[in-house]
């Protein structure tokens, strides 16, 4: 549809409200949490320290740190009717649809944490924990994996990849997922923090708002675009059709996945760092045939199209290494998000403001009411 004077389809570069949480410097392909610098927090933090700051607004002192890991690890474990009843879903649902209706879930079992307002935190620390153990859940029931054991003692990374691989992950792939974690858990308004945001404008608590958000995260144009990174090298299938394929899709005006970005009109800083990871994980396993490939994807988007690779670009490559299937790629995502939209929903409590906007109509005006009886058929 043709934009009409006064409409900013999709709020494209509107500023729809103040934040002191995430900054992107699009031009320059910046990315801040709070001031700091996602190179820095990649290089030398944990996701923990990151969910501690998007939520506090400054780092963790060593005491703050180790309490708030003792805070995930006792809140991992679900009520036994939300594990019964994740077991009773069909096995061929998608986890992310899963994992929303788990968040949606959760909350009828906690009263106390879903009250709007400053004590929401309680609910954000809740959330962020029972994330992986609904996601793994439900994922080793349908691999036919022993139920998840809670596991006090793993990093939020530790958990979530054993919770996936139902092994202990190695120092590496735990390194690795951590990074991923970090290099998630924010990025402005993005439109599932929007989302997240719009529902918690309302009054509505915190748990409504993050559901809200993981329905949202779920679509191909927003976190599903590294699942669909993976089928695309698997139907390009050799570094040497690359070229060939990638121009084809071009040329029927395919969006080619993991590329373009709304803020960043240079590189994500987030697919720098991954695609470092990509080859790292590519060496460790031996295999550098999806690195390779992306490399050549690279060349050839940016040579006919001027695009620039997003955080999507490399972490389907990296995940699949690790033996993680790619429909388990989103929840991962959610994983760390879910620090995000939860710093923004309490955000937005502090400064209230009912989100809602306007639209332009283009509809008839002053029709007569046809009765039933004479409208025929
Ligand atoms: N492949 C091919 N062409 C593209 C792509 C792409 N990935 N992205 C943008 N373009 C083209 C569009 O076709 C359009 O071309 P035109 O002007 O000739 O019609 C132009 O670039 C502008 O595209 P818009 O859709 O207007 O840009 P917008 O800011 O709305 O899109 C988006 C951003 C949705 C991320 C887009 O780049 C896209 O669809 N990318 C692929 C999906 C993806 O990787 N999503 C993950 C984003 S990061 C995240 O959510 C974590």
Redesign the pocket.
Known sequence: MAESPGVQR?L?DVIALESRICFIDGDRGRLLYQGYDIRDLAAHSTFEEVAYLLWYGRLPTATQLADLRRRFGALRTLPTPLIDRIQSIPTESTPMDVLRTGVSELALFEPDETKPGSGSIGGAQRLTAALPTIIGTFHRRRAGLPPIRARPDLSQAAYLAYALLDREPTELETKVIDVALVLHAD?EL?ASTFAARVTASTLSDLYSAVTSAVGTLKG????G?NERVLELLDEIGTPELVETVIKAK?SR??????????VYKVEDPRATILREWSRKIGESKGNLRYFEMLRKVEEV?HRE?G?YP???LYSGSVYTLLGIPPDLFTPIFAASRVAGWTAHVLEEYEDLRLIRPTSKYLGATDLSYVPLAARGG
């Open positions: 999709g494209e990025h993005n191909p144009l927003h976190g675009a071009l005006h395919e969006r080619i996945m993991g590329f373009g970005h709304r988007v199209k695009l997003n955080v999507d």
